[in-house]
């Protein structure tokens, strides 16, 4: 039984941390962060850089984000190789508004 649990221990992987992307814009300015740092060149630079077997993306932004924006940053990130893109947005109750 012991030798069943341990190999069943070292077996087991944890998947990788996601890369963490954040969607700002306005107008038509779009602005995109990692892991909290404002991103100033390509995102599919960075994005390249950060791919890793199992790893992940999580785009978020704002309901006033434009799409472009959003789908920009989610395009850029299928290009540089993740197969898992996970989007959320933030949620803005109703009388906060």
Known sequence: MFLTFAALMLGMQTAPAPLMVR??????????????????????????????????????????????????????LQQAGFTRIDFVTDIVAENAR
């Open 23 to 76: 969607v700002e814009g306005r107008g038509s300015q779009c602005r995109t962060l990692i892991d909290g740092t404002l991103l100033d060149g390509a995102l599919i630079d960075r994005a390249r850089a950060e791919v890793r077997d199992g790893r992940e993306a999580l785009v978020s932004s704002d309901a006033k984000t434009p799409y472009r924006c959003v789908g920009g940053a989610i395009f850029a």
